[in-house]
């Protein structure tokens, strides 16, 4: 019941997505089984010590750092609704630190590569798949756009007029992307041609899979992961990779930190600082390669 209730006001009052909802479910669920099942306690009767135990089960099977540290944020908000409410009096998540992460630099892909890629060919072709595969590459590359966003694009969103769209991101929060010239072009091709599509249901999504059912995460990671294994040998190969390339590029070349962070829709200029580290380290890079004194 506490749980419902604490979800229900993740949804309707603090207004989070339905994925963000679920990812905080997910969490709790799992805490609350672990309670029942180990100590036969109710999430009311949780102390300190509890969630300690927890986090020595999470890591024992494996779980990383971020992981630890996502649910443990997920039990601080829960927690400290719970003592809003009245519900509890004690805060046991008030001593507990998350475990330290390490730092990892954002990865990401070359920009000429993922050019060579685009206008391959050899890759792509005129198939309302393969054109749409092509334009969600082009659209998280040239808008930096977060996933869910880009799965949120509607055909009504895009200004073709003021070449922009206009995006909501985290928790309902509206902002305005530019985009180029050629997107706007293929934005444009691709439109007409779904609208030409034998589908049963017309959305106005902008994306859409084979058959004209919404877009959903798995295919676009599946998409993702399929065409960069063409030009990049790290691991990992998601759309976030994509929004990590968009604000390195924009980095490398000039673009104003707080101008960057406006695009990427993030709340805090902290969040979009990790994208310096990056270019030092291509300037370390030029140095070593260029300078008779490296």
Request: charged share 25%; proline share 3%; glycine share 4%.
């Amino acid at each position: 019941m506490a749980v419902d209730q604490f979800l229900t006001y993740l949804q309707h009052e603090k207004r989070y997505s339905p994925h963000t909802v679920q990812s905080y479910r997910t969490d709790l669920l799992e805490f609350r089984d672990f309670m029942s099942q180990t100590f036969e306690l109710t999430l009311a009767d949780v102390v300190y010590v509890h969630v300690r135990d927890f986090m020595v089960w999470l890591m024992e099977k494996g779980s990383s750092a971020s992981t630890v540290g996502r649910k443990l944020s997920s039990l601080r908000s829960f927690y400290k609704h719970q003592v809003r409410v009245g519900v509890v009096h004690v805060n046991p998540m008030v001593m507990i630190k998350a475990p330290k992460l390490p730092k990892r630099l954002p990865v990401f892909v070359d920009d000429q590569k993922l050019d060579q890629l685009l206008d391959s060919a050899e890759i792509f072709n005129d198939s309302f798949a393969s054109v749409r595969d092509k334009l969600i590459i082009e659209t998280l590359f040239g808008t930096g756009i977060r996933l869910a966003e880009l799965l949120g694009m509607r055909e009504a969103d895009i200004n073709f007029y003021e070449s922009s769209i206009r995006i909501l991101g985290k928790r309902n929060k509206e902002r305005i992307v530019p985009v180029g010239e050629q997107l706007v072009v293929q934005l444009k091709n691709y439109i007409e041609l779904k609208s030409l599509q034998n589908f049963d249901n017309k959305s106005d999504v902008l994306f859409v899979t084979d058959k004209g059912a919404d877009a959903y995460p798995k295919l676009v990671h599946r998409i993702v992961g399929r065409y960069l294994t063409y030009i990049s040998t790290q691991d990992k190969k998601s759309p976030h990779v994509l929004r990590h390339s968009y604000a390195t590029s924009l980095l490398n070349r000039g673009a104003d930190l707080n101008a960057i962070k406006e695009l990427l829709g993030h709340a805090s200029l902290a969040a979009t600082q990790v994208y310096t580290h990056n270019s030092v380290e291509r300037l370390k890079t030029i140095y070593k390669q260029a300078h008779p004194k490296a």
